[in-house]
Each structure stands twice: as C-alpha cells, then as structure tokens.
C-alpha cells in the first residue's frame, strides 16, 4: 500500500516551497489575539453564533449587534383577599332565637318589677285625673271646641266659673212666672214666697262669686263687677216683685184683675232694667273665655 498523499494542516504552515514567516510577525499576531480575547472579556461574553465559526468566536471583522436594554423586572400580581365564610344558615336561626329570648326576659322584667312604680309617674297621673268633663264642648254653631291646656293656670278658672254661671239661671223661670202672677192677681202668696226664694238664690250666687278665683282670666276684675251688679240687681228687684204681691194681696190691690202698681212695683221694675244691662256686659266678657276653652256659652237671659 502506498503512503496517503502529504495533506498541510488547516492554517498550519507554508506551503511547500513558500517561505515561513519570520517570528516577529508570529509574535505580532499573539499579542493582536490576546488584546481582542481581553476586550472581549472586559464588554461580556459575545453572543453566540450559528455556524461551525460559532464556537471559534467572530471572526475578524464582524461587529456584535447592539445589546437590548433591561427589562424592569416582573411586578408581583397582588393576592385577591380570600373568600369571606358565610355563616351556615341554622347558625343565622340561632342567633335570631337567641337575642328574641333576650329580649323577651327583659321586657317581662321590667313590667313584672315596675308596676307599682308606675302610678306614679306623671303621664300614668295625668291620664288617671281627666275627667269626661275635660272633653270638648260643642260651641253655638255644633262645631267642638279645643279643649284648653291643662298647664294654662286659668283653665281651671275658667272651669270654676263656668260651673257657676250654669247655676245662674235655676230661678229664672219661677221668677219670671211669680211676675205673671202678680200681675193678674193669681197665686199672690206662691209668687210671693217663689220671688223671696229667687232672691235668696241670686245673693248666694254673688257670695260664691267672691269665694272663686279668676284673676288669671281676661278682663277679670270687669267680668266679676258685672256679674256681681246683675245678680245683686236681681235679688234687689225679686225682693220688690215680693213685696209688691203682698201689696197686691191686700185691700184694693186688684182692680179689675189686674195689680195695682206701687212704689214697690216700680222699684223692682228699675233694679230689673239695671240687672239686664250688667248681664249683657257680663256675656260679652264671658263668651270669648268659654269659646278659648271649650265651656259653655250664655246670652244675657241665661245669667
């Protein structure tokens, strides 16, 4: 077998026949290699290349392309709170249960330990004193009125002389017919004792009129002063009117079925004219006070 032809190595030496190159230029080309593998070092691994040159490094005369910038690192996505736990349904039911039983102790508490403090608290006593009186009174026109304030001081006033104006007129009637009487000569003696009676009826009117308070009313020193002229005026002319039938019940007291008149008589007539005109002042000044609070209006006839 004959030998395989001569095959120079891959960029091993010359050729045959060329001259090797001096060693300065060998030298020369160690130190070009050793710079560029420390700059290559110095400015990061190089990328790597396809090819069979990747594993060599560049070649001369290759430039790496640019470097990509950092990329900001990944932001941590934030954890979704977890799932709240719902309370089981029988739980939900117990709870309920239980704070109604809570409840119900203590109400029963409270009404079974505090009954007798309840008299006396002030709403229990304030509903304890009204009184069907205390409800409104229907005024002229049918319409109710408003009952009045029970903090107003003269509310109970009011009450008080309304109580006494609705006496005023128990005698009016018989006084009225023992006149008649007198007139036409009949039932001298009964119209004589009815008119004594009426009499006596107005003078106790005045003497409760002095015992009730009313200065809290309007125009209440008026109100008394006309009230106290026509009932005293009445009395006055009932005790003529009285005098007069005994007068009438005499000798020559009746003419022709009719009385006589007399001193007495015109008397009474005058004390009568003077008490009609004080109860028409009264009324006046007491309709305002009844319609305010609900009492009961008069005309003067009715004082």
């Known amino acids: 077998m004959s030998p395989p032809p001569y095959q120079p190595p891959f960029g091993g030496g010359p050729a045959q026949g060329e001259r090797p190159p001096p060693s300065e230029f060998d030298g020369l080309f160690r130190a070009s290699a050793a710079s560029a593998a420390a700059s290559a070092s110095a400015s990061g691994p190089a990328p790597a290349s396809a090819g069979p040159r990747g594993a060599a490094g560049a070649a001369p005369g290759h430039i790496p392309p640019p470097r990509a910038p950092h990329a900001a690192p990944p932001q941590p996505v934030p954890a979704s709170p977890p799932p709240r736990r719902k309370l089981p349904t029988v739980a939900i039911v117990g709870i309920v249960v239980a704070g109604c039983a809570v409840a119900g102790l203590a109400a029963g508490a409270l009404l079974s330990g505090g009954g007798d403090e309840k008299k006396d608290t002030p709403q229990n006593t304030a509903v304890s004193s009204a009184t069907p009186g205390d409800a409104p009174a229907e005024g002229d026109d049918g319409k109710k ?47 004589a004792s009815d008119l004594r009676d009426a009499a ?23 109100l008394s002063a006309q009230l106290t002229k026509a009932w005293k005026s009445s009395a006055s002319a009932d005790s003529h009117y009285a005098a007069w039938a005994d007068q009438v019940g005499g000798k020559h007291g009746c003419i022709k079925g009719h009385a006589r008149p007399s001193g007495e008589s015109t008397a009474g007539d005058r004390a009568s004219g003077d008490a009609t005109a004080a109860k028409k ?23």
């Open 145 to 191: 009125e408003p009952s009045a304030d029970p903090a107003d001081p003269a509310a109970a006033q009011a009450k008080a002389l309304d109580a006494l104006l609705k006496d005023s007129n128990n005698s009016r009637d018989a006084v009225i017919k023992a006149v008649d009487s007198t007139r036409s000569c009949k039932d001298l003696d009964k119209s």
């Open 200 to 222: 006596k009826q107005r003078d106790g009117l005045v003497t409760r009129l002095e015992k009730t308070v009313i200065d809290k009313l309007p125009n209440s020193a008026e």
């Open 281 to 303: 002042q009264a009324a006046e000044l007491w309709n305002p006070i009844a319609k305010k609070y609900g009492l009961s209006q008069h005309g003067w006839t009715q004082l």
